[in-house]
């Protein structure tokens, strides 16, 4: 079993920067993808960003330039900075793992969202 947890959530103006931290509880080493999701009101989840433990790393078209993933082994974190942000980018952010590396959906357009364990979320509001 793994355990995420979620923080740096909040509410940040047009052009402003945020850093969620997701810390797992667990055998995190045995979790090879570990991504951030998000999920808008009145929208579909989607993945914004994976990185496997390779180091691979894919990012949803839209924040490509603006978010960065990082994940810190040692201390079994997941960290998602995120910079230039935009009102589109308000939304429920949630931290995912899964034993199989970061892969693409059937279309291989979007990260896939299959993984077998999620974090609770954390709100971000960008608003002025």
């Known amino acids: 079993q793994l355990k995420l947890v979620e923080s740096g959530g909040g509410l940040v103006q047009p052009g402003g920067s945020l850093r969620l931290s997701c810390v797992a509880s667990?055998?995190?080493?045995?979790?090879?993808?570990m991504g951030w999701f998000r999920q808008a009101p009145g929208k579909e989840r989607e993945g914004i960003s994976c990185i496997s433990s390779d180091g691979a790393v894919y990012y949803e078209e839209s924040v490509k330039g603006r978010f960065t993933i990082s994940r810190d082994n040692a201390k079994s974190m997941v960290y998602l900075q995120m910079n230039s942000m935009k009102p589109e980018d308000t939304a429920v952010y949630y931290c995912a793992a899964d034993p199989d590396p970061c892969r693409l959906n059937a279309n291989r357009d979007h990260i896939s969202n299959v993984m077998d364990y999620w974090g609770e979320g954390t709100l971000v509001t960008v608003s002025p």
């Open positions: 667990g055998l995190f080493l045995d979790y090879n993808a």
